[in-house]
């Protein structure tokens, strides 16, 4: 089976196992459809199962960037309108554009009304390997899909190979598609990059991501972690791409060090805190460029798509039920500082999965399980003690201000409760 649950980029970027290579052979596809019709999610269910084939369905474009980030699809496909009242295909085209730069050779077959002759034809010219008319004839329509994945990539300004690891990014802030944007400027270059930000913010994945535009791509890079001093061996004869952690935590006599042993062939992509602490010489090797992965608090509603994409993946992960997040839930999560970045969130949506019964995330789930002590003095930053008032004020909203059942949620007696609430002037 094809499709894999973790969040963690190693799995999501491992290749699709049973599916069609070159044209003719059959084998079991794993398919994403896009649409938010029940009734066509189930009818597509229906046709591609008895077809030997599975297919996912995501009910809008977000839902389907999460499950592109937790798993590989041999297809997707893609209805053009999700809003009531739209059919001029605007959001199916940009759904479709924004997987088609993710993934270049991503199959994507266009679902249209039998009047969107127009929109298909700008779906076809954005990247579509084919369209299907509603209403379709199952094994048209299975067919249709089969021979899209197994005809040859189009021959597209990226390597074929960068289809192998398509490394996603989720968010739509303005900051995240910068983010995007310059990964998709420096991955083809062969430059040396070195990727910024706090830990835990994905670094890492944006590496991966430079990586996978790279014409490298099809090779996985090589990790060393360079406070490792055992790890050092495995640069001698390196070949390919090299992602070196944490050159800044290096003193200078480390770095030449660093520098002399760096085969000149591989390509370089650091990740660090800071570009600062490196040594001009050691910039220019491995640090042409910077991309600066923006911190959380900086990324505004993409905390809260995290949050729901981390909590769909935990419930497949765990065998829990489909964990929504309440209203509450999300504003704490928008609001919180949370330690670690995205990693920090991803662990407390999964602790919530687990403790939760009845699938629904409330604010006060995703609480610490024991509230910090407020001992910190404010830093003008956005930091805990902000933290820990979104939260509560959340928890109060979520129990309609009842200060009891607010601290029994949180943990707290009700005493401490109400002098939290009166030190944040709730
Ligand atoms: N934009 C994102 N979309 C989806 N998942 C993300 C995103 N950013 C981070 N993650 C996930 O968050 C976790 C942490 O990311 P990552 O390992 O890239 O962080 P990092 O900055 O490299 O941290 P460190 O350097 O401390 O290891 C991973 O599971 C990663 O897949």
């Known amino acids: 089976m094809a499709q894999q649950l973790s969040d963690e980029p190693p799995q999501a970027l491992r290749p699709a196992v049973d599916t069609l290579s070159g044209s003719g052979r059959s084998g079991r596809l794993s398919i994403l459809l896009v649409d938010d019709n029940p009734a066509v999610a189930e009818a597509m269910e229906i046709a591609f199962r008895m077809a030997g084939h599975r297919l996912d369905t995501a009910a809008g474009p977000e839902a389907a960037y999460s499950r592109l980030v937790a798993a590989r699809y041999d297809a997707v496909l893609l209805d053009m309108n999700f809003a009531a009242g739209r059919s001029d295909g605007g959001e199916g085209l940009a759904c479709l554009e924004r997987i088609a730069a993710d993934d270049p050779a991503a199959c994507v077959v266009v679902i249209t009304a039998h009047s969107g002759i127009r929109i298909a034809v700008a779906a076809m010219q954005a990247g579509a390997r084919d369209f299907v008319m509603k209403p379709w004839r199952n094994a048209e329509l299975v067919a249709k899909v089969e021979a899209a994945v197994g005809r040859a990539r189009p021959t597209v300004a990226v390597p074929a190979a960068a289809s192998q690891e ?236 009842n200060v009891t059942h607010a601290a029994a949620a949180l943990g707290l007696s009700r005493g401490a409760l109400y002098r939290r609430m009166t030190r944040h002037g709730l």
């Not at 600066?292 to 949050?307: C, S």
Request: aromatic share 2%; charged share 20%; with cysteine.
């Open 166 to 401: 398509p490394a996603r990014l989720l968010g739509e802030s303005a900051a995240m598609q910068r983010l995007r944007e310059l990964v998709r400027r420096f991955g083809p270059t062969g430059a040396g990059v070195i990727v910024t930000g706090p830990a835990g913010s994905g670094r890492t994945l944006t590496a991966l991501a430079l990586h996978a535009h790279s014409a490298g791509a099809a090779t996985p890079p090589l990790r060393i972690d360079l406070r490792d001093e055992a790890a050092w061996d495995r640069l001698d004869g390196a070949a390919g791409t090299v992602l070196l952690r944490h050159p800044d935590q290096l003193d200078a006599v480390a770095q030449a060090r660093l520098l002399e042993r760096l085969p000149l062939a591989v390509r370089c992509i650091a990740i660090a805190d800071s570009v600062a602490p490196l040594t001009p010489a050691l910039q220019r090797r491995v640090a042409t460029v910077e991309v600066a992965v923006p911190p959380l608090a900086a990324r505004g509603e993409d905390a809260v798509l995290l949050a729901r994409h981390f909590a769909r993946v935990a419930a497949q992960r765990f065998a829990r039920p489909g964990a929504r997040l309440t209203e509450a839930a999300e504003t704490a999560v928008q609001a919180g500082a949370w330690p670690d970045q995205v990693r920090g969130l991803a662990l407390a949506i999964e602790r919530a999965v687990l403790l939760t019964e009845g699938g629904t995330i409330t604010a006060a789930a995703l609480a610490p399980p024991v509230p910090a002590p407020v001992t910190e003095t404010p830093s003008g930053g956005f930091g805990l003690i902000d933290a820990e008032r979104a939260v509560i004020a959340a928890a109060l909203r979520e129990h309609r201000h």
